[in-house]
């Protein structure tokens, strides 16, 4: 997976098609993109198939951007696995600022999180590489 680009545009008709046209224009292809909206604003969270042409197109556009490298961790498909994770970061002061859930397979999920401190991050998950967190039931 591609740098996670965490964009900002206001909320109305057309405005993640001028993005998305704009990426197409130069040869970026999406790879994968998940959003959401509060109020007046839209956040997506895109990732494409070339990071530096990614940014330079969204700098031209003047479209806010953050960017981070995603942790990538295994978590147990279970209610409360997703809590454990947050609540270990947050305990630790990491504050996450992206997340994305980007494959299951037989009972583990993983997850895609990009936070604001990655080297407290991997020491308090015990990274680099995938850990596996098993939740306390």
Known sequence: ????????????????????????????????????????????????????????????????????????VEIEDVPGSLADLAERLGRAGVNISGIMIVGRRGTMCEVAITVDDEARAREVLGLPGVMVLTHAR
């Open 1 to 72: 997976m591609g740098q996670p680009f965490v964009i900002q545009l206001d909320n109305r008709p057309g405005e993640l098609a001028h993005v998305a046209l704009a990426l197409a224009a130069r040869g970026i292809s999406v790879q994968h993109i998940a959003g959401h909206t509060a109020g007046q604003q839209m956040c997506a969270t895109v990732t494409t198939d070339e990071d530096e042409a990614t940014r330079d197109v969204l700098r031209s556009m003047g479209v806010p951007f953050v960017e981070g490298d995603a942790l990538h």
